[in-house]
């Protein structure tokens, strides 16, 4: 049985913009290194905060503001920062959620 291939918006909007870099990147599954910038760095933040309120809420736990807050501080703190770290860092990644 074949199974049905799934694309992301990501996936349809690479094709889109240049078949050949879709091909390296989801064919041939060529890995290119990526310098991280801090907009990069947050978005994955909020992302993977995101996931984890809508995960959470799949299984029925609610998830109040404050402890997504801490999630989110909890793994600003400890991923590895594209940028050199200082207290004004810190409030900026409040203020990115």
């Not at 933040?45 to 998830?63: G, I, P, S």
């Not at 400890?78 to 959620?97: A, C, D, I, Y």
């Amino acid at each position: 049985m074949l199974k049905m291939a799934t694309y992301s918006n990501s996936k349809l909007s690479t094709y889109e913009s240049c078949p050949y870099q879709y091909k390296l990147r989801y064919i041939d599954k060529i890995e290119v290194e990526v310098p991280t910038t801090i907009e990069m760095f947050l978005g994955d933040l909020v992302h993977r905060t995101m996931e984890k309120l809508y995960t959470d809420l799949k299984y029925q736990k609610m998830n109040s503001k404050e402890d997504l807050l801490v999630f989110y501080n909890d793994m600003w703190k400890s991923e590895p920062v594209p940028f050199v770290w200082t207290e004004s860092s810190s409030s900026l990644g409040v203020k990115s959620f």
